[in-house]
């Protein structure tokens, strides 16, 4: 499942680490500042806690909490797997065939990466949300694919050609528990954090720390437009602070 061999900065292109201007937005009345956070491109299995200690700590204020990307926590745990190691069988090219497909997000359209759901879930359960949740869509019910499936397969990502290399060339299974990895992180370095799954289409909060100041689905608002961006952006982590 890992690989560890892989040595990201001879395929990474050179960059500074000045942060772009901040992104604000007013939501429930209330104006907010998203502070983007640029980073180098992390390498598998990397610990995180210094380069929160280097890029993040710094810069917070009291009352703010951070936004951290998924992938980037799924990174440096090490929860990747290269394409090499994945071979599409009857089913996930079968399933793919009724994916609906996203411009300039590859979504489940990929047979390899249905193929690590497959692994994930399973042949038999996979089989099965194939067809209830097939069924369920033409009745305008949506959704059922992936809560029938189970087993975090939402969260899911990569084989996608967009992305930075070498993770154009991977998939990514999530983190291994958000709402812990948040705490971690908050107990650390007292920062209250989010770990979101964020793209073009949808933003997802996976896990928060306790004192993180807003609920979950305040949250998922302040960072729906997905402020970390989807392309060589390198800002996997986003200062939230409220504006008095």
Known sequence: MQDDHIENDK??????YVDPDPIPITIRNIAYN???????LIHIKEPLEPLI????APKIKKGDWIAISEKFLTISQGRVIHESTVRPGLLAKLIVKGVK???EDIGYSH????????????????????IIGGITRL??????????????????DGFNPHAIPPFNEF?????????EDAQEIENQFNIPTVIIDGNNINVEVLGMSKNVPVDKELAREILLD?????????TPIIIVRKES
């Open 11 to 16: 395929k990474a292109p050179t960059r500074d």
């Open 34 to 40: 998203r502070y983007p956070v640029k980073t180098h």
């Open 53 to 56: 200690k280097k890029y993040v």
């Open 101 to 103: 497909k996203y411009p």
């Open 111 to 130: 047979p390899r990466k249905m193929q690590v759901a497959i692994n994930q879930a399973g042949w038999l359960r996979m089989f099965v949300a194939m």
């Open 139 to 156: 009745l305008g019910r949506h959704g059922d694919f992936y809560r029938i499936a189970g087993n975090r397969i939402s969260e899911i």
């Open 171 to 179: 998939a990514m299974l999530g983190p291994n528990d958000p709402p």
């Open 226 to 234: 997905n402020p970390m961006g989807q392309g060589e952006e390198l």
